[in-house]
């Protein structure tokens, strides 16, 4: 879903939220593709995320996102 942001609105980058949920970015990516994560595109064409739309799927503990693909982390 790509929607405008206001003005104050702060954004982060596909980086910054793979952080915050320790995936890797491609998985951030993947999700915004989903649908699970709604991005905002820069006029380059890269995605941006809303800090507040992130965070609270963070203190939600991320249930409604699918799981990372990849080996189990052990």
Request: no cysteine; aromatic share 4%.
């Amino acid at each position: 879903m790509n929607t405008q942001p206001t003005q104050t609105e702060a954004l982060l980058t596909p980086s910054e939220v793979a952080a915050l949920f320790r995936v890797d970015p491609k998985t951030v990516t993947r999700w915004a593709k989903a649908g699970k994560l709604s991005s905002i595109r820069t006029l380059g064409g890269h995605r941006r995320y809303r800090e507040n739309e992130v965070r609270a799927l963070l203190a939600g503990a991320g249930a409604s996102l699918p799981e990372q693909r990849g080996p189990a982390n052990t």
